[in-house]
């Protein structure tokens, strides 16, 4: 009686949630078709030329227009790339040390103080970026680098205005750190107490046990890295403050660029103007769309993997 009336019960409560599940889906469904609707216009007028080139003229004249979103689609993976690679090893660094070496009465305000920068307002991060970091960066790392090193591809643009993917990937990677290092900090917590004591009474040494413990939450690592790269690469306000905003595919650290989400923020003011523009940018969101899909696929394949090993 018991087991019909549990499974009648967890039936409806299948169906109850169905709605808004469907709900969520259906805004998801509803979001991509009005971004492809409105790129139609640009899509018969270049076709996928619209990702192939960098090139961006804006003109009255709807025959001269020409929209190319490549270096846009270019800065925003290459400064989401520097983020990780800057906020990867601060997450699981303040994760392992607020669980195994921070005294038990500042943990809690570890947590709290990175709470806080998670929530602080992106603005925040930006104007500190463009008259703090920059300058930072420009005169005590870039100018040190390209005066000995410039002969590297990564390191051979003189940093003129200190506004560049650096300066954008370092900013995003302080901004992301919060978001990864939670993810981390939470699955290194859960670890069993049990596992703990059977890495240490094998005579591992902190060391040692640190490096077991995390191959045990590489799962919430890949997620971390996963939530910061897409939180990093949809970034605007604070982004377009710092990384120069100008149609550039370059290799190095120290160029200016521009990322999609600033690219959109600083034209669709006046896109309404231009016969094509507004379209453009809607194709230029699109890209963003399916970049954020592929690694949220690479993500899920990697866990899947790990999970079946």
Same mark, same amino acid.
């Given at each position: 009686m018991r087991d019909a009336f549990s499974g009648t019960f967890r039936d409806t409560f299948k169906v109850s949630i169905l709605p808004f599940s469907a709900l969520i889906f259906g805004i998801f469904l509803l979001m991509l078709l009005v971004y492809f609707a409105n790129s139609i216009q640009i899509f018969q007028k270049e076709g996928i030329e619209?990702?192939?080139?960098?090139?961006?003229?804006? $003109?009255?004249?709807?025959?001269?227009e020409?929209?190319? !979103?490549?270096?846009?689609?270019?800065? $925003?993976?290459y400064s989401s790339v520097i983020a990780v690679v800057i906020a990867l090893p601060l997450s699981i660094s303040f994760a392992v040390f607020v669980i195994d070496y921070a005294p038990s009465k500042l943990k809690e305000w570890f947590i709290i103080a990175t709470d806080i920068m998670a929530g602080l307002p992106t603005i925040i991060y930006g104007i500190w970026g463009a008259f703090v970091l920059v300058p930072f960066l420009k005169d005590f !790392? /870039?100018?040190?680098?390209?005066?000995?090193?410039?002969f590297i591809p990564f390191f051979s643009f003189e940093p003129l205005s200190g506004y560049s993917f650096l300066s954008a990937g370092v900013l995003l990677g302080i901004m992301v750190t919060p978001f990864a290092s939670s993810i981390i900090r939470e699955a290194y917590r859960m670890i069993p107490f049990k596992y703990r004591e059977a890495v240490f009474s094998i005579g591992a040494t902190r060391y040692e046990a640190t490096k077991i413990l995390l191959s045990y939450i590489k799962p919430a690592i890949v997620a971390g890295v996963i939530l910061a790269f897409g939180r990093a690469i949809g970034e605007t306000v604070a982004v377009s403050l710092v990384v120069g905003n100008t149609f550039n595919i370059h290799p190095s650290l120290f160029a200016p660029g521009y990322t999609i989400s600033s690219l959109i923020a600083n034209q669709f003011g006046n896109a309404f103007i231009?016969?094509? /523009?507004v379209s453009a940018l809607f194709a230029a969101g699109l890209s963003l769309f399916f970049v954020g899909l592929a690694v949220n696929l690479l993500g899920m394949y990697i866990l899947r993997r790990r999970v079946h090993e």
């Amino acid at each position: 009686m018991r087991d019909a009336f549990s499974g009648t019960f967890r039936d409806t409560f299948k169906v109850s949630i169905l709605p808004f599940s469907a709900l969520i889906f259906g805004i998801f469904l509803l979001m991509l078709l009005v971004y492809f609707a409105n790129s139609i216009q640009i899509f018969q007028k270049e076709g996928i030329e619209i990702y192939t080139t960098n090139k961006w003229i804006a $003109s009255e004249d709807p025959e001269k227009e020409f929209y190319g !979103v490549l270096a846009a689609i270019y800065g $925003s993976i290459y400064s989401s790339v520097i983020a990780v690679v800057i906020a990867l090893p601060l997450s699981i660094s303040f994760a392992v040390f607020v669980i195994d070496y921070a005294p038990s009465k500042l943990k809690e305000w570890f947590i709290i103080a990175t709470d806080i920068m998670a929530g602080l307002p992106t603005i925040i991060y930006g104007i500190w970026g463009a008259f703090v970091l920059v300058p930072f960066l420009k005169d005590f !790392v /870039m100018y040190p680098i390209y005066n000995h090193l410039s002969f590297i591809p990564f390191f051979s643009f003189e940093p003129l205005s200190g506004y560049s993917f650096l300066s954008a990937g370092v900013l995003l990677g302080i901004m992301v750190t919060p978001f990864a290092s939670s993810i981390i900090r939470e699955a290194y917590r859960m670890i069993p107490f049990k596992y703990r004591e059977a890495v240490f009474s094998i005579g591992a040494t902190r060391y040692e046990a640190t490096k077991i413990l995390l191959s045990y939450i590489k799962p919430a690592i890949v997620a971390g890295v996963i939530l910061a790269f897409g939180r990093a690469i949809g970034e605007t306000v604070a982004v377009s403050l710092v990384v120069g905003n100008t149609f550039n595919i370059h290799p190095s650290l120290f160029a200016p660029g521009y990322t999609i989400s600033s690219l959109i923020a600083n034209q669709f003011g006046n896109a309404f103007i231009y016969e094509y /523009m507004v379209s453009a940018l809607f194709a230029a969101g699109l890209s963003l769309f399916f970049v954020g899909l592929a690694v949220n696929l690479l993500g899920m394949y990697i866990l899947r993997r790990r999970v079946h090993e």
